[in-house]
Nanobody, 124 residues
């Protein structure tokens, strides 16, 4: 069982930056592939980024590539998402998630555990 708690969301102007954090419980954090997803009002939840348990590889959705950076600190059981050059289309509730598959995973249904989400609002 893994419990995930996101933080770091808030209101930012277009072009600004935010850093999201996800604190995970449990001793086996390093064994999980971790991901960030987001959901805007009236839209489906969409994949943002993932970092694999094996090799710490990373992968990004095209919409955030070059602007967002995912990272993890296994010693602290923490996952991060540095978001730069934010635009109003990035506004959403952001969720972190954990998958038992050790490879890069982009499908939401492959993630077992989810946090409660943190709101990101971008003003134009």
């Amino acid at each position: 069982q893994v419990q995930l708690v996101e933080s770091g969301g808030g209101l930012v102007q277009a072009g600004g930056s935010l850093r999201l954090s996800c604190a995970a419980s449990g001793r086996t954090f390093r064994a999980y592939t971790m991901g960030w997803f987001r959901q805007a009002p009236g839209k489906e939840r969409e994949f943002v980024s993932t970092t694999s348990a094996i090799g710490g590889k990373t992968y990004y959705a095209d919409s955030v590539k070059g602007r967002f950076t995912i990272s993890r600190d296994n010693a602290k059981n923490a996952l991060y998402l540095q978001m730069n050059s934010l635009n109003p289309e990035d506004a959403a509730v952001y969720y972190c998630a954990a998958s038992g598959n050790p490879l890069l995973i982009t499908a939401a249904n492959q993630y077992l555990y989810w946090g409660q989400g943190t709101q990101v609002t971008v003003s134009s």
